[in-house]
């Protein structure tokens, strides 16, 4: 039985009275939504905003022990709570994972299990024994990716000779060259400008304590062959830059490395601009570790101002509780704030609400007012968008922009709604200009999509660009429809044309952002709606169909992070986020006296807690499709709180 006789067969067992699903969720409803509210404002900061941790796997954690060993910051009460982070977070067959529920990744387990060796845990501990054995299964240090080998080499702990070369020259190359660094994404790029220097000069910084990790190498370290593997096919683009590795190899071994010192001064150059005033680059710990550690290739002090900047940066990255430390990837206030403001305006709270109006001017103050990369391949347009973090000014996103839009057009300021709509002008001005050219949008950059990077050897995450996405247009759409525009508009009839040229077969929608076409079948539906779609397309139609036919037997919708990897949908167990995407998607389409939205409503009723929340363990967000996962710690209180308000207005015939 193929998988859609299967999930039509799972919705046919599914099928039940619709009067005794929605046996006293009516009744239900006003309470819930009550302690939705509530419990959301309790989480208000008293400047305005929300922030919830961005909770990842521990490399994060790993690599900041390697920073503080590499920067000469190693804090003795620090490296144990690291420990113990390490420790608490370990599987049962001695590995790590990279998300709730999944296999031990081999890359994660072994900077784990360096990072509890730097930090003097005895390696025949009994769990540093199940870590090594599983890494020797799982084939060896030598089979971990290309950063954790660029990590260990700059410790002393894996040859440079097996990491990729990344020729100095390329900060050279024109800023419209189709490979130059304006061509990859921006996450991308903010790590390869200071890798350039670092790969350049091979710096060694030993740890504190001086160890090796001959024992992980499933081959023995004497057996390596640090060549990079061609593919079975001749002819690949692959194949292609493997050649010119070892090319650029050669030359680089020679000192054959043109316009090297220019090259390096560019580098350097480029990473002192792109730091924010606060410390920051680019929002992300990646570009702010690699940043830093270049700077001190390049024999900058310790206390130099932006070595100092960085440090404290990073260190606000932090969540340290009682005994345990952990690092996150980035932090999301301004996404965090878009949310919960619209979330409580979904659930029912006033638009002129004080509290929202807090939000909302805290919000206003965040809006981007700098030209940044984004402005080399979209020349005309003018800032005006937000970006994810407290400070990011380089880095704005379609995302956030559109999100923030959604939530503050409905909160009445007074006196400065002006403003308000001045701002909410400019940011949709930006949003429009960023507009790619098969008609979606993508995150932070335009027409971000030169597939030749993905196929470097530097590259085996596949994660080197920022191509227009499903999940991510839709939520455009939705901006664009909530501003008064619809298909007629030559702008969202391009990005609608896109949508429907990218729906999957089993009729739903690609999310890169979250997991995955639970996600992005909602973000889509919500704005082909918006922008006036009828509910009875067939696009629509297929959309619902694939929501009704995934959901689960206890009501809810969960979906694994497994379906990145082999493209098609893997079922989870039901969590609160995703549940709301599905039914938010649902009565979007006009499907809100369905039975599947009934028992998706009665599931989120059953499993709020009284305090007003809900409890999620899954990783929904996503980093790096395959790679990186997130647990937005606020995802289970804003989705559900947004969905049972979109159910209770259908149900009094609102929108």
């Given at each position: 039985m193929n998988a859609g006789t299967n999930r039509a067969a799972n919705l046919e067992e599914r099928r039940g009275p619709v009067s005794g699903e929605r046996s006293n969720i009516e009744d239900r409803l006003p309470k819930a939504l009550e302690r939705a509210k509530e419990y959301l404002f309790s989480l208000q900061d008293e400047e305005g905003y929300w922030w919830a941790e961005l909770e990842a796997n521990t490399t994060l954690t790993s690599e900041y022990?390697?920073?503080?060993?590499?920067?000469?910051?190693?804090?003795?009460e620090r490296e144990q709570k690291c420990i113990n982070e390490l420790f608490a977070e370990q599987r049962p067959d001695g590995g790590w994972w990279i998300h709730e529920g999944g296999k031990s990744d081999l890359s994660t387990?072994?900077?784990?299990?360096?990072?509890?060796?730097?930090?003097?845990?005895?390696?025949?501990?009994?769990?540093?024994?199940?870590?090594?054995k599983l890494i020797i299964e799982l084939g060896g240090v030598e089979k971990a990716r290309v950063f954790t080998k660029i990590h260990f080499a700059f410790m002393g702990l894996w040859d440079y000779r097996g990491t990729p070369v990344l020729?100095?020259?390329?900060?050279?190359?024109?800023?419209?060259?189709?490979?130059?660094?304006?061509?990859?994404?921006?996450?991308?790029?903010?790590?390869?400008?200071?890798?350039?220097?670092?790969l350049d000069k091979k710096p060694v910084w030993k740890p504190k304590r001086d160890i090796e990790i001959d024992e992980l190498y499933?081959?023995?370290k004497e057996n390596i062959d640090h060549n990079w593997g061609f593919t079975d096919k001749l002819v690949t683009w692959h194949n292609f830059f493997v050649v010119m590795d070892h090319i650029l190899r050669f030359l680089d071994n020679r000192g054959l490395v043109p316009f090297r010192k220019r090259s390096l001064k560019a580098a350097e150059k480029w990473v002192l601009q792109h730091q924010d005033d606060e410390g920051d680059w680019g929002g992300i710990i990646p570009a702010m570790a690699y940043s830093l550690l270049a700077l001190k290739a390049l024999d900058y002090e310790r206390d130099h101002p932006s070595m100092r900047g960085g440090w404290q940066a990073i260190e606000r990255f932090g969540?340290?509780?009682?005994?345990k430390f952990r690092l996150q990837s980035c932090v999301s206030p301004v996404w965090d704030t878009a949310l919960a403001i619209w979330a409580l305006q979904d659930a029912g709270v006033s638009g002129d609400d004080e509290r929202l109006q807090k939000g909302a001017r805290w919000l206003l103050d965040k809006q981007v007012q700098h030209y940044g990369d984004w402005s080399v391949k979209n020349e005309d347009g003018k800032p005006g968008g937000w970006s994810f973090e407290f400070f990011n000014r380089y880095y704005p996103d379609c995302d956030d922009s559109s999100a923030v839009m959604l939530a503050i057009n409905g909160i009445d300021l007074g006196k400065d709604n002006d403003y308000r709509d001045a701002s909410i002008r400019r940011a949709r001005e930006w949003v429009l200009s960023m507009q790619c050219k098969e008609g979606g949008w993508g995150?932070?950059?335009?027409?971000?999509?030169?597939k030749l990077w993905n196929e470097i050897p530097f590259a085996d995450l596949k994660a080197m660009l920022d191509p227009n996405t499903p999940d991510l247009t839709g939520r455009v759409i939705e901006m664009l429809g909530e501003a008064g525009r619809d298909c007629s508009d030559p702008v969202v009839a391009r990005g609608v044309e896109y949508l429907l040229n990218s729906q999957e077969e089993d009729g739903s929608w690609y999310g890169r952002w979250g997991v995955n076409y639970i996600y992005g079948t909602w973000a889509v539906l919500c704005g082909l709606v918006q922008v006036g779609m009828p509910k009875d397309h067939p696009a629509i139609k297929r959309g619902v169909a694939f929501l009704e036919s995934v959901q689960n037997k206890d009501g809810g919708w969960g979906e694994s992070c497994d379906s990145y990897d082999v493209r098609h949908f893997v079922p989870h167990t039901s969590s609160a986020s995703q549940t709301a995407?599905?039914?938010?998607?649902?009565?979007?389409?006009?499907?809100?006296?369905?039975?599947?939205?009934?028992?998706?409503?009665?599931?989120?009723?059953?499993?709020?807690?009284k305090e007003g929340c809900w409890n999620e363990e899954q990783f929904t967000g996503t980093g790096f499709p395959s790679h990186f996962y997130i647990r937005y710690h606020l995802y289970r209180d804003c989705f559900p709180a947004m969905a049972l308000?979109?159910?209770?207005k259908a149900l009094r015939g609102g929108h």
């Amino acid at each position: 039985m193929n998988a859609g006789t299967n999930r039509a067969a799972n919705l046919e067992e599914r099928r039940g009275p619709v009067s005794g699903e929605r046996s006293n969720i009516e009744d239900r409803l006003p309470k819930a939504l009550e302690r939705a509210k509530e419990y959301l404002f309790s989480l208000q900061d008293e400047e305005g905003y929300w922030w919830a941790e961005l909770e990842a796997n521990t490399t994060l954690t790993s690599e900041y022990v390697y920073l503080m060993h590499m920067l000469d910051r190693v804090d003795p009460e620090r490296e144990q709570k690291c420990i113990n982070e390490l420790f608490a977070e370990q599987r049962p067959d001695g590995g790590w994972w990279i998300h709730e529920g999944g296999k031990s990744d081999l890359s994660t387990t072994v900077e784990a299990y360096v990072a509890l060796k730097m930090m003097g845990v005895d390696t025949e501990d009994e769990r540093m024994v199940k870590a090594r054995k599983l890494i020797i299964e799982l084939g060896g240090v030598e089979k971990a990716r290309v950063f954790t080998k660029i990590h260990f080499a700059f410790m002393g702990l894996w040859d440079y000779r097996g990491t990729p070369v990344l020729p100095a020259w390329v900060m050279m190359l024109p800023r419209k060259f189709f490979m130059s660094i304006y061509q990859m994404s921006s996450w991308a790029r903010s790590c390869v400008v200071p890798l350039v220097v670092l790969l350049d000069k091979k710096p060694v910084w030993k740890p504190k304590r001086d160890i090796e990790i001959d024992e992980l190498y499933a081959n023995g370290k004497e057996n390596i062959d640090h060549n990079w593997g061609f593919t079975d096919k001749l002819v690949t683009w692959h194949n292609f830059f493997v050649v010119m590795d070892h090319i650029l190899r050669f030359l680089d071994n020679r000192g054959l490395v043109p316009f090297r010192k220019r090259s390096l001064k560019a580098a350097e150059k480029w990473v002192l601009q792109h730091q924010d005033d606060e410390g920051d680059w680019g929002g992300i710990i990646p570009a702010m570790a690699y940043s830093l550690l270049a700077l001190k290739a390049l024999d900058y002090e310790r206390d130099h101002p932006s070595m100092r900047g960085g440090w404290q940066a990073i260190e606000r990255f932090g969540m340290e509780r009682d005994d345990k430390f952990r690092l996150q990837s980035c932090v999301s206030p301004v996404w965090d704030t878009a949310l919960a403001i619209w979330a409580l305006q979904d659930a029912g709270v006033s638009g002129d609400d004080e509290r929202l109006q807090k939000g909302a001017r805290w919000l206003l103050d965040k809006q981007v007012q700098h030209y940044g990369d984004w402005s080399v391949k979209n020349e005309d347009g003018k800032p005006g968008g937000w970006s994810f973090e407290f400070f990011n000014r380089y880095y704005p996103d379609c995302d956030d922009s559109s999100a923030v839009m959604l939530a503050i057009n409905g909160i009445d300021l007074g006196k400065d709604n002006d403003y308000r709509d001045a701002s909410i002008r400019r940011a949709r001005e930006w949003v429009l200009s960023m507009q790619c050219k098969e008609g979606g949008w993508g995150a932070f950059d335009v027409d971000n999509d030169q597939k030749l990077w993905n196929e470097i050897p530097f590259a085996d995450l596949k994660a080197m660009l920022d191509p227009n996405t499903p999940d991510l247009t839709g939520r455009v759409i939705e901006m664009l429809g909530e501003a008064g525009r619809d298909c007629s508009d030559p702008v969202v009839a391009r990005g609608v044309e896109y949508l429907l040229n990218s729906q999957e077969e089993d009729g739903s929608w690609y999310g890169r952002w979250g997991v995955n076409y639970i996600y992005g079948t909602w973000a889509v539906l919500c704005g082909l709606v918006q922008v006036g779609m009828p509910k009875d397309h067939p696009a629509i139609k297929r959309g619902v169909a694939f929501l009704e036919s995934v959901q689960n037997k206890d009501g809810g919708w969960g979906e694994s992070c497994d379906s990145y990897d082999v493209r098609h949908f893997v079922p989870h167990t039901s969590s609160a986020s995703q549940t709301a995407w599905a039914v938010m998607g649902l009565v979007a389409a006009g499907r809100a006296d369905s039975i599947a939205v009934a028992r998706g409503v009665r599931w989120l009723l059953d499993n709020q807690e009284k305090e007003g929340c809900w409890n999620e363990e899954q990783f929904t967000g996503t980093g790096f499709p395959s790679h990186f996962y997130i647990r937005y710690h606020l995802y289970r209180d804003c989705f559900p709180a947004m969905a049972l308000g979109h159910y209770g207005k259908a149900l009094r015939g609102g929108h």
